[in-house]
């Protein structure tokens, strides 16, 4: 099975991906891939180059080429969580070549996220409103670019979405109810 996770930032993304690998998934994040390709030429390791670099690969490969690259790492026995898928075209490949894949869609207020990646403290996260509100605008749809983030519409096509507004402990209760309703859509 595998399970792809979209959400826009800070909305609770890593507690989700995190209880599903207390349940044996195995874990691939789609920003590996991309400061693998940043690496390679040498470009300093940011989340706007990310993105930048994700918009690159889409437009020179295909909306799915993250998609490809990501299953031909993996080993096709084993669960997988990936995380995050942020184009629709990256959904699409997977609903088309996968019989068991589902992907959760987690969001939450605005404000709320900017708290929370504030406290969280990450390097590359932004560090003040204006920086946030940037980022997350063109994460959540990137209206000039076909090919780039597109988190709103790919949240939109969940088979489970997540309203993340509430305390850690509401979280996992919901967490834990769509684990039970992957379960018993599961294709064996």
């Known amino acids: 099975m595998l399970i792809g996770i ?3 930032i800070g909305a609770g993304k890593e507690t989700l991906t995190m209880f599903l690998r207390g349940k044996g998934f195995r874990y691939f994040e789609t920003s590996l891939l991309l400061k693998e390709e940043l690496q390679k030429k040498r470009q ?8 930048n670099m994700g918009d690159k690969l889409r437009k020179e490969q ?4 993250l998609m490809k690259m990501f299953l031909e790492k ?3 026995k084993e669960d997988y ?11 699409e490949f997977m ?3 996968l019989k068991n894949f589902f992907l959760i869609g987690v969001d939450a207020f605005q404000k709320l996220r900017f708290e929370r990646i504030l406290s969280r403290n990450k390097s590359s996260d932004p560090k003040i409103w204006e ?9 959540f749809f990137d209206s000039n670019n076909k090919m780039g983030q597109q988190t709103g519409k ?5 088979d489970f979405k997540i309203i993340n507004n509430g305390s850690l402990e509401e979280l996992k209760n919901k967490v834990e109810n769509v684990w039970n309703e992957i379960k018993s859509k599961q294709i064996t």
Do not use: H, Y
């Open 74 to 76: 993996i080993d096709s």
């Open 81 to 91: 969580i990936i995380d995050s898928l942020r184009n629709t075209g990256e959904v």
């Open 6 to 8: 979209t959400g826009r």
């Open 44 to 51: 300093i390791i940011t989340r706007e180059n990310m993105q």
């Open 62 to 65: 295909g909306p799915e080429i």
């Open 131 to 139: 920086e946030f509100l940037k980022i997350d605008n063109r994460d």
């Open 95 to 97: 609903r088309k070549n």
């Open 154 to 158: 790919c949240i939109e096509l969940a």
